[in-house]
T-cell receptor
């Protein structure tokens, strides 16, 4: 799986959009971009994933650049409960690849 | 909707004692099931995965074992715990190995 690079930490004001960047310059054509988050002392929570096109669900939007070398997770209206470590994962969904490999992620702190 | 349960939530065990952690999934059939461990300050490590009843694959050889006695039940065991077994144990499920994985709340194990 391709390596990802994320900022160590970010701050966001409550009610504002949180934009979390991720670089994955070595991504290959059949690798997806996944985002998870982990609130302190809880299990990771799946947020969204995509291959080429931008994706949106009830939690967030995922913007993938045309060359697929980077992406941005957008939380449109951050709340205090969105404070968590956010992980960007690039994963080949095929063959016998079962595992998720989490890097260090970005600690997002939403401030009142 | 699907839900995943793990128990106990926390556990403190002496070195050399046995271990049994349980995970159950509701609302789906024949899920892929996974056991991960997250040690303090480290990433997620896949320990075992299962694609069906009685089918277990081990990622990391160690003193832990896993069993899947029923379709939606996954058990992590050890006959004799080591200090290095301390960590946050997470169970996850997915529809197939190609789909996103959904995590349970985790069990925090401390071996003294």
């Amino acid at each position: 799986d391709a390596k990802t690079t994320q900022p160590t930490s970010m701050d966001c004001a409550e009610g504002r959009a949180a934009n979390l960047p991720c670089n994955h310059s070595t991504i290959s054509g059949n690798e997806y971009v996944y985002w998870y988050r982990q609130i302190h002392s809880q299990g990771p929570q799946y947020i969204i994933h995509g291959l080429k096109n931008n994706e949106t669900n009830e939690m967030a939007s995922l913007i993938i650049t045309e060359d697929r070398k980077s992406s941005t997770l957008i939380l449109p209206h951050a709340t205090l409960r969105d404070t968590a470590v956010y992980y960007c994962i690039v994963r080949y969904s095929g063959g016998s690849n079962y595992k998720l490999t989490f890097g260090k992620g970005t600690l997002l702190t939403v401030n009142p | 909707s699907q839900t995943i349960h793990q128990w106990p939530a926390t556990l403190v065990q002496p070195v050399g004692s046995p271990l049994s952690l349980e995970c159950t999934v509701e609302g789906t059939s024949n899920p892929n099931l996974y056991w991960y461990r997250q040690a303090a300050g480290r990433g997620l490590q896949l320990l075992f995965y299962s694609v069906g009843i009685g089918q277990i694959s081990s990622e990391v050889p160690q003193n832990l074992s896993a069993s899947r006695p029923q379709d939606r039940q996954f058990i992590l065991s050890s006959k004799k715990l080591l200090l290095s077994d301390s960590g946050f144990y997470l169970c996850a499920w997915s529809l197939t190995q190609y789909n996103e994985q959904f995590f349970g709340p985790g069990t925090r194990l401390t071996v003294l």
